[in-house]
T-cell receptor
Framework: DGGITQSPKYLFRKEGQNVTLSCEQN?????MYWYRQDPGQGLRLIYY???????QKGDIAEGYSVSREKKESFPLTVTSAQKNPTAFYLC?????????????FGQGTRLTVV | LAKTTQPISMDSYEGQEVNITCSHN???????ITWYQQFPSQGPRFIIQ???TKVTNEVASLFIPADRKSSTLSLPRVSLSDTAVYYC??????????FGSGTKLNVKP
């Protein structure tokens, strides 16, 4: 059963802590993405990766880090440098084809700073 | 990067046809136009994509005029379950997907 899985669904972080959000896909997609969504807002691109061992910053990369050691995995670390990390985080994957604009999203991780 | 502009919100009633228009004046020659649907606390879901003229699938139709500076998503006979946010995207360079603020569609009984 192919898809993209994010975990955990809910995550609580104390001030000053780093936390890592998991994203795994078994769709054999080359490209993976991380987005942040604040209440009532659209999605903002944090990082994206087109191939293993390579990734690029999106519009709001400050305070976040990623790795892409395996094709199927693209974890996101929210560091203590991110001043306002409370948000809904979405991971997505897609093929590397300009004519195919379908991205598949996970169910999201809701991060709350306590 | 082609920026998209769409209405913030729309209201409709069950059984009506809904048309949501998106403006993308700076669309590049090779860009495709894509629409996504998002329910609260879920990831967006692909609805339809097109390059020019008209595209139809089992869920919606997409109308794109010859100049491609706008597009219209048409949802036939909406139901309460179609209440969601709809995003219009023009795929940017390096396969990045840029989402704007979307159009919040509220379907009333």
């Amino acid at each position: 059963d192919g898809g993209i899985t994010q975990s955990p669904k809910y995550l609580f972080r104390k001030e000053g802590q780093n936390v890592t959000l998991s994203c795994e896909q078994n769709l054999n997609h080359d490209a993976m993405y991380w987005y942040r969504q604040d209440p009532g807002q659209g999605l903002r691109l944090i990082y994206y990766s087109q191939i293993v061992n390579d990734f690029q910053k999106g519009d709001i990369a400050e305070g976040y880090s990623v790795s892409r050691e395996k094709k199927e995995s693209f974890p996101l670390t929210v560091t203590s440098a991110q001043k306002n990390p409370t948000a809904f985080y979405l991971c997505a994957s897609s093929v590397q084809d300009r004519a195919n604009t379908e991205a598949f999203f996970g169910q999201g991780t809701r991060l709350t700073v306590v | 990067l082609a920026k998209t502009t769409q209405p913030i919100s729309m209201d409709s009633y069950e059984g009506q046809e809904v048309n949501i228009t998106c403006s993308h004046n700076n669309i590049a020659t090779n860009d495709y136009i894509t629409w996504y649907q998002q329910f609260p606390s879920q990831g967006p879901r692909f609805i339809i994509q097109g390059y020019k003229t008209k595209v139809t699938n089992e869920v919606a139709s997409l109308f794109i005029p010859a100049d491609r500076k706008s597009s219209t998503l048409s949802l036939p006979r909406v139901s309460l379950s179609d209440t969601a946010v709809y995003y219009c995207l023009v795929r940017g360079n390096f396969n990045k997907f840029y989402f704007g603020s979307g159009t919040k569609l509220n379907v009333k009984p």
